[in-house]
């Protein structure tokens, strides 16, 4: 018995609640900086009327920044401290957000928001690895991840409305500046609860490597968007081919490092490769439909932001609703049959989501993202903790930065393909379409994006501007009931990979099959 209880991990005290309540600040203030943008895109597309390539450059290049800095900034923080190197980032990430808010041209909030995905990629590392460093007792460590992934639920709830409210009274670039007084109260009360946390063991950080996960990854997205934009070129394919093959020299360089970026060799774990493809492909899917939905509201049903971003509170309040509730009710269920059926809910979502119309959708677009998220919530939840828990204990640190990477890969390429797919339909539709004696000019912004065509008929007399106005509004539907299909096919292909590959994967060894204490 008293072996057993000097064994016995210490349990976390006030001082590490009060720090859990700072980190999830921290990562609820990250996922509002992508949903508020989200909602600002119809005003800041009729301001700075950007290409339609710009504009998805505006929205994914924070999610590609951070995913190709992540690895990068937690081999420093492993270095001078993962305490430090968050606080670094809030302050980072706080001056970024006023130059983005500020912004006077689609290159400027391009740059804003790169800058504002280095500074994400300091904090995003951290989070989670103090967390387990913070809460040794395996119930109360669940308990923690819970509130951790509750946090980024909470911030999807929260971003759209506070957004909406500054929208209502202020300029598109407001939004940033929520951001703001969030830092602060990090910067001043981080220090006197979050321990700080170094490896004595860590790695030399190889900016050659850094430098080449970047490349890599910016080379084969841009070559995407080209294709979307412009159809096969001789630009896009080199882009892809380029950022191919620095992938796989970075790859064979990391094998070859004393202190590589990357573990390749978890990769050989079966559970964990598994897991993290499921992981990758789920965010994938629900990040990428997201695009559309605030477009949708504002754009085609003409309600205002503030009104959109109430709209999007059911479904994430579904999503809190579920990830937190179905570790309870499922505690008895194989993890491989969890997530396949909350992505074949998710499915059902999406193929609803095709369904809605230009002149009366708000019902079904609620209800389909209401049933996306109450199928992804677990989803999310036990594939995060899969991919730490499958890896060694000794590596669990590792296993950690390679799943919030191939997180934020995951939804970052959602944005992209999918977002570049249902441009390319709009586009076409819209050619197709095109009322007789638009101007060729104003032709062509509204051929850029829907918001460029809203801003272009408001130029037009009638009858030709409700013209306009009617057959972008059908194309970008189009595109919207296409693209919803495909990541419904994409969720269903993944809920049967994800019963094959996890058939005999138990459960997380971490969580309790218990209620979590109130």
């Not at 500020?102 to 989670?128: D, K, N, Q």
């Not at 934009?229 to 620095?246: C, E, H, K, P, Y």
């Not at 009366?360 to 999310?380: D, E, I, K, T, Y």
């Not at 709009?426 to 638009?438: E, F, I, Q």
Request: contains cysteine; aromatic residues 6%.
């Amino acid at each position: 018995m008293d072996t057993d209880t000097a064994a016995a991990p210490p349990r976390a005290t006030r001082r590490e609640w009060v720090g859990l309540a700072v980190l999830a600040l921290a990562c609820l203030l990250y996922v509002m900086d992508l949903t508020v943008l989200h909602l600002a895109v119809p005003d800041l597309s009729a301001d700075l009327a950007p290409s339609s390539t710009q504009l998805l450059w505006i929205i994914d290049v924070y999610g590609f920044m951070v995913a190709g800095a992540l690895v990068t900034m937690g081999t420093l923080g492993d270095r001078i401290g993962r305490r430090r190197l968050l606080l670094v980032g809030a302050a980072a990430f706080g001056l970024v957000s006023v130059l983005a808010a500020f912004s006077t041209t689609p290159e400027m909030l391009i740059v804003s928001r790169a800058l504002l995905g280095l500074a994400g990629a300091t904090v995003a590392p951290s989070t989670l690895s103090l967390i387990f460093h913070m809460f040794r007792d395996p119930k109360q460590r669940s308990l923690a991840v819970g509130v951790w992934i509750s946090a980024f639920s909470a911030g999807s709830a929260v971003g759209p409305v506070l957004g909406g409210l500054m929208l209502e009274a202020f300029w598109w670039g407001s939004v940033f500046l929520l951001a703001i007084p969030v830092m602060g109260a990090l910067l001043v009360i981080g220090p006197k609860v979050l321990p700080e946390y170094r490896d004595p063991d860590a790695g030399r950080l190889d900016p050659l490597s850094a430098a080449m996960s970047i490349v890599a990854l910016l080379a084969v997205v841009y070559g995407l968007k080209q294709l979307a934009q412009d159809g096969l070129s001789l630009t896009a394919v080199a882009a892809v081919g380029l950022g191919v093959a620095v992938g796989v020299a970075w790859t064979r360089r990391q094998r070859r490092l004393d202190d590589p970026m990357i573990d390749v060799g978890l990769f050989r774990v079966p559970a964990f490769s598994a897991t993290l493809v499921v992981n990758f492909l789920s965010i994938f899917v629900m990040v990428g439909y997201f695009l559309f939905v605030f477009q949708y509201l504002q754009l085609v049903l003409g309600l205002t932001p503030l009104q959109a971003g109430l709209w999007s509170v059911p479904s994430a309040a579904a999503f809190v609703l579920s990830s937190q509730l179905a570790p309870r009710v499922l505690a008895g269920v194989r993890p491989a049959f969890v997530v396949g059926g909350g992505l074949v809910s998710s499915a059902a979502g999406l193929f609803l989501l095709a369904q809605v119309q230009v002149d009366h959708g708000l019902v079904a677009l609620v209800a389909a993202s209401v049933v996306v998220s109450l199928g992804m919530g677990p989803v999310f939840g036990l594939t995060t903790e899969l991919v730490v828990g499958t890896a060694p204990p000794e590596k669990a640190g590792a296993a950690s930065g390679i799943s919030e990477t191939a997180a934020e890969l995951g939804g970052a390429l959602g944005i992209a393909v999918l977002g570049s797919v249902g441009v390319a339909l709009y586009r076409a539709g819209l050619d197709s379409t095109m009322p007789a004696g638009v101007p060729g000019p104003v032709a062509s912004a509204a051929e850029d994006t829907l918001g460029g065509a809203v801003a272009a008929a408001a130029t037009l007399p009638e009858p030709s501007a409700s013209a306009l106005l009617a057959a972008s509004r059908e194309a970008f539907v189009t595109g919207m009931q296409v693209t919803s299909v495909v990541a419904g096919l994409i969720a269903t292909a993944v809920a049967v990979l994800a019963v094959v590959v996890l058939r005999d994967t138990p459960a997380p060894s971490t969580p309790t099959p218990e209620p979590c204490p109130a």
